[in-house]
T-cell receptor
């Protein structure tokens, strides 16, 4: 069956360090992979999208890599700040007549001052 | 542009009662999604509309859940009768084309508690 795996344990890092979050998937051939940020009591907010034929995408302090051979995406936040503390979700779009998005459970990031 | 609007923000009902949630997507967004997010889990797609037609409802418990999107704009999601396990946040999202090319824009959700 199709699965999207994100580390269920919270990631604790010190301010200024680089946070790296992982999204692994099985039995998928996604057309797109997206990363979202979700704060408590709020809906997810779109951050970055990377296509299956792209290896890396950057936006300000954010970087996403996509390895379709390993079936893995890495999400990096450089120079992390306490305001980056949130849950980060990955989502895969697969095509089955139309694009159907499926989300992972998310990983909580806590940045300590 | 205005975001995705959802109401109510919170709802508490007893099991076996019915409840309805409303969503107004971003103007011009053809695709609308309803998700269920149980505490500690990722959003689970319930139904996807393209304009006013259903694209995917394979994970919608159709014996108790129903959704409609009249005129291809606003949408309502109904649960009747509610069960304890329906306690969750119900999120509405919209996108321009349904391909996810520009990401999905979510509302703040409706937190449902069934007691």
């Amino acid at each position: 069956s199709q699965k999207i795996e994100q580390n269920s344990e919270a990631l604790n890092i010190q301010e200024g360090k680089t946070a790296t979050l992982t999204c692994n998937y099985t039995n998928y051939s996604p057309a797109y992979l997206q990363w979202y940020r979700q704060d408590p009591g709020r809906g997810p907010v779109f951050l970055l999208l990377i296509r299956e034929n792209e290896k890396e995408k950057r936006k300000e302090r954010l970087k996403v890599t996509f390895d379709t051979t390993l079936k893995q995406s890495l999400f990096h936040i450089t120079a992390s700040q306490p305001a980056d503390s949130a849950t980060y979700l990955c989502a895969l779009d697969k095509y089955g007549g139309s694009y159907i998005p499926t989300f992972g459970r998310g990983t909580s990031l806590i940045v300590h001052p | 542009e205005a975001g995705v609007a959802q109401s109510p923000r919170y709802k508490i009902i007893e099991k076996r009662q019915s409840v309805a949630f409303w969503c107004n997507p971003i103007s011009g967004h053809a695709t609308l999604y309803w998700y269920q997010q149980i505490l500690g889990q990722g959003p689970k797609l319930l139904i996807q509309f393209q304009n006013n037609g259903v694209v995917d409802d394979s994970q919608l418990p159709k014996d108790r859940f129903s959704a409609e999107r009249l005129k291809g704009v606003d949408s309502t999601l109904k649960i009747q009768p509610a069960k304890l396990e329906d306690s969750a946040v119900y999120l509405c999202a919209s996108s321009r084309s349904g391909t996810g090319n520009y990401g999905y824009t979510f509302g703040s959700g409706t937190r449902l508690t069934v007691v």
